[in-house]
């Protein structure tokens, strides 16, 4: 009758730490939000619900600190919280935080800071040294940088001639001064992340590869200069990148000559890269 009794309580015992188990609540996701309210945050937040409900999370918590910002950004994050398949909770954190409006209207101030210039907020680039002054060696990198005293600081795509941008604005690239008739050579090495973040939609069906690698092509707008030095995706589909069958560095030769070259094409500026794929 024991034996029975043990066994009977071993059974019990044994259901109960199996029903114990399985009734482990899933985990709760967490995201924090931390500055103005932008597209960019909007976006880190709609990533964040569909990630906990890919895992199956039990809720997500946003942590949010912010000043406040843009009133079209809050309310698409409002409207994704409402349709989310899981609850949403919005705990403002840490001690000293706040969770200020968005501003109205969605519009930033204006006039808030003076026009960039050449030597004034666009960096002009430096030749490779002083013996060759007509050649340029670029490293196409992330920086960061404030595009408008009300935002944080955004992460940029930029050339960096080798003093690290110090003195640019904003996304403003940098000035190449040349002469016309007097070549410039110039090479530009691809520094940037390996793979595109999660932030930037990438359509695989579109690229070189179904993949999310970071292949980039510098192109000269509105000059004519031979296929090899143009950017032309015809003759080098793959673009540069580390590992890539044409390797990271892109180098290219500029002729400066009229009439293949516009007169407003000689010195030229770089207002961002053109990722290829």
Request: charged letters at 15%; one cysteine or more.
């Amino acid at each position: 009758m024991r034996r029975a009794a043990g066994a009977l309580a071993g059974l019990v015992l044994s259901l109960f730490c199996a029903a114990a188990a399985a009734a482990q609540p899933a985990p709760v996701a967490l995201i924090h939000i931390d500055g103005v309210i932008n597209p960019v945050t909007m976006r880190l937040v709609e990533l964040a619900i569909d990630r906990a409900q890919a895992q199956r999370s039990q809720a997500l918590i946003i942590e949010l600190d912010t000043p406040g910002g843009l009133e079209r950004s809050m309310r698409g994050i409002v409207q994704r919280m409402l349709n989310a398949e899981l609850p949403v909770i919005v705990y403002v954190a840490p001690t000293g935080a706040r969770a200020a409006s968005a501003a109205a209207g969605g519009k930033l101030a204006k006039y808030q800071q003076a026009l960039p210039l050449p030597g004034h907020g666009i960096v002009v680039a430096a030749p490779t040294s002083p013996n060759s002054p007509t050649q340029y060696s670029f490293t196409q990198t992330q920086i960061f940088r404030q595009l408008h005293p009300q935002l944080p600081p955004t992460p940029v795509w930029a050339y960096d001639d080798g003093t690290g941008l110090s003195g640019q604005a904003g996304s403003f690239g940098m000035v190449v001064v040349a002469e016309s008739g007097t070549p410039v050579r110039a090479s530009f090495t691809n520094d940037l992340p390996g793979t595109y973040p999660d932030r930037i939609p990438v359509d695989t069906r579109l690229t070189v590869k179904p993949d999310k690698t970071v292949r980039v092509m510098t192109h000269l707008h509105g000059g004519f200069v031979a296929a090899d030095s143009d950017g032309n995706p015809t003759v080098t589909p793959d673009g540069f990148f580390r590992g890539g069958p044409n390797g990271a560095t892109q180098n290219v030769y500029y002729t400066n000559q009229l009439p293949r070259c516009r007169p407003l094409c000689c010195g030229f500026m770089t207002t961002g890269l053109a990722p290829r794929g």
